[in-house]
């Protein structure tokens, strides 16, 4: 058994597993990035620790929403960033060993697999594919998403 914070993006229900998270931050003071790509909407200071807040709902191209004030600090430590979502929800214990395993070609599908939670399905956050996808996409020179943001709160 697995502890695991779920979250929403638009319609569908993601999820991390907890060890994948240092915390949940509410209420931090964002500070704009007025240079950076669309999706990096802001840097907050978590402890000392000046960190991106990706919008994931915006990166995985789901449609413009109202995100949550609690956002997901990673706990990895090659990829320092802060996710915000559009609803946090409860965390859960599941058995990941229901999991059903998915590939897939698409570049910025970041899932690594699908679990079917009391007739709800959770997509789980593949950290490392994100990571990969967010260093081309926002952080690298010519990088496919590298538009100027607009504020969307």
Known sequence: MALLLPFMLGD????????DIQ??????????????????????????RILPVLDLPLFLGFPPANLSDRMIVLAQR?????LAVDQLEPLLSVDLEQTILTQSDAPQDCISGVLNWQGQMISLLDLEQLHKAVQENCFVPGGGHGSARTDRR
Request: proline letters at 10%; glycine letters at 6%.
């Open 23 to 48: 915390e949940v931050i509410e209420e931090a003071v964002p500070h704009y990035l007025p240079a950076a790509p669309a999706e990096i909407i802001a840097a907050v200071n978590v402890h000392g």
């Open 78 to 82: 090659d990829f320092p960033m802060v």
């Open 12 to 19: 569908e229900r993601y999820g991390l597993k907890l060890t």
